[in-house]
């Protein structure tokens, strides 16, 4: 990508003229790198991107800000709503302040870097794609998580990895309580390597020895008849 | 879905614009309820008597003649200030003798608030038709509440509009459903809580008002509501003295709050906050589920 820096003012032209550009004439035209101006909280911003570009978006961000994100390395430089980086697939969506609820839920691939805080159900059923979070996330995060690995820097809300699958979990600060059937265990050499380049990726400072791992206990893999709806 | 908006102004000398900077907020809510909108606002309260927000959603009625039968058969100064369908009424008279009064001669007027500091419009149409219609830019005022409606589970009709209102300057708008509506409904009648609508948030409103009427205060009121509203909701409260805003243990309704020196404002959304002056440096957060934020006029 060797063309001009391409620069969209959502104040003054719509969210499809942007999305439309990025789709389409984008392959074409080989930005450098795409800026997006007063974003305003408008949702969907970079959805459904598919190309290696640097989109870099100045300001807050709406609902599902790269969503379903393929190759694109996003920035948001302020906080972004529901569902950030929803089903991403491979690329990099960075989120400069804190993200609100859901936020990577059921990605695939690629990385989603929260350097705030993140909401409620941060990386609900995650499906492969790794979530490093600078700050805490709140309750039932990383419900029904299949695949992939979720970093929190600070603490943890209620029922952290309920229902977990083979996603795995990196915890630094308190958790409030563990869900259904995931349990702390032990940090083994591949954890710390892997942990040590997530944060390196997200530019995060801590030192991986600082974290405990949640992963699933996997009771609930196989019905029990007897544990009358008890778990 | 539904949007709400507030806005608590901490410094005097922008009452005035309070309209100005609440109508962009109302219209940022409109993907989110497109299909009414209402607006409540607490200005400088009265020393004495009552203030009234009359509608009459078949349309203006003869505001002169009721008036006049007004002057007539309640004694005290009544003087009313009307645009279109709705009028605020300031009068000494007692306000609920007043109501009683319109609910049995002029049924066609309804009664949408009463206290000393609260004006309340609401009616269906888009947000934008309905600030233009009653002239939401031009009111003052030192906080506000709005809301913009989808219906989900009751008809769309000015009276189902929010915000609802509960005894005396106590507003409050939902973005949520409840499903517990008819069972607090069925706890309170028996008390003699008398309900207009067969909507869920007006449960909600007549619940929390009635605690306060028993004695507990907002926050009381709310860990009440907590035990005994069963649902998804953010709901944001308006009373003579401020604001207080509360999501459901889950946060499954969205909100965000931008405060300034001068400022708290809070929407469901940051697209109705972008336009407010100085809002690139305030301090902006969520609030946490099952936690109370109360803001006060200084």
């Known amino acids: ?231 | 879905m539904c949007g709400i908006v507030g806005l608590l102004l901490k410094d005097p000398a922008w009452d005035a614009q309070l309209g100005e900077l609440l109508v962009p907020m109302l219209v940022g809510m409109t993907e989110r309820g497109p299909d009414s909108a209402g607006l409540a606002v607490f200005g400088t309260p009265l020393t004495e008597g009552a203030r009234l927000s009359l509608f009459a959603p078949g349309g203006p009625p003869d505001w002169q003649g009721l008036m006049d039968s007004l002057q007539l058969r309640h004694e005290g100064r009544h003087e009313l200030r009307a645009t279109g369908a709705h009028a605020v009424l300031v009068t000494t008279a007692d306000p609920d003798a007043l109501k009683q009064y319109l609910h049995a001669q002029h049924a066609e007027i309804a009664v949408l608030s009463i206290g000393r500091s609260i004006d309340l419009y609401k009616d269906i149409g888009t947000p934008a038709q309905i600030a233009e219609r009653y002239g939401f830019s031009a009111l003052s005022g030192s906080h506000a509440v709005g809301h913009t409606r989808m219906a989900t589970e009751s008809a769309v009709t000015p009276a189902h509009a929010h915000p609802f209102t509960a005894g005396r300057d106590f507003c409050l708008v939902h973005n949520g459903s409840l499903s517990n509506p008819h069972l607090v409904r069925r706890k309170l009648e028996p008390l003699g809580v008398r309900f207009e609508t067969d909507n869920d948030t007006e449960a909600a409103c007549r619940f929390l008002e009635w605690r306060m009427r028993e004695g507990d205060d907002i926050d009381a009121a709310i860990e009440k509501g907590f035990d005994e509203l069963d649902g998804f909701f953010t709901f944001l409260i308006g009373t003579g003295t401020g604001l207080a805003l509360v999501r459901d243990p889950f946060a499954c309704k969205p909100a965000i709050v931008a405060e300034t020196d001068d400022y708290v404002a809070i929407a469901s959304e940051f697209r109705s906050l972008a336009h407010l002056p100085g809002v690139k440096h305030a301090t902006l957060f969520e609030p946490q589920p099952r936690t109370i934020y109360s803001w006060r006029r200084a």
């Open chain 1, 1 to 231: 990508m060797n063309g001009p820096v391409r620069e969209f003012d959502l104040a003054r032209s719509s969210l499809r003229e942007l999305n439309l550009y990025l789709h389409r004439d984008l392959a074409r035209e080989q930005p450098a790198a795409v800026r997006v101006f007063n974003p305003d909280g408008a949702h969907s911003i970079a959805c459904g991107v598919d190309a290696a570009v640097d989109i870099d978006v100045l300001g807050h961000a709406g609902y599902y800000v790269g969503g379903m994100n393929k190759h694109a390395r996003i920035t948001v430089h302020g906080n972004a709503s529901t569902g950030a980086a929803e089903n991403m697939m491979s690329g990099l969506v960075r989120i400069k302040g804190f993200a609100s609820t859901s936020a990577g839920a059921s990605a695939h691939g690629g990385c989603l870097v929260i350097e705030g805080d993140a909401s409620l159900r941060c990386g609900i059923s995650l499906k492969g794609a790794d979530i490093v979070v600078g700050g805490s996330v709140g309750s039932f995060s990383a419900f029904m998580a299949q695949a992939g690995r979720l970093v929190i820097c600070g603490d943890a809300g209620d029922a952290l990895g309920d229902s977990l699958y083979e996603a795995v979990i990196y915890v630094r600060g308190a958790v409030k309580s563990l869900g259904a059937d995931a349990r702390i265990e032990d940090m083994l050499p591949a954890d710390f390597d892997a942990l040590g380049t997530l944060l390196e990726t997200a530019g995060l400072a801590p030192s991986p020895r600082e974290f405990r791992k949640v992963a699933s206990a996997r009771s609930l893999y196989h019905w029990n008849a007897d544990a009358n709806q008890e778990y």
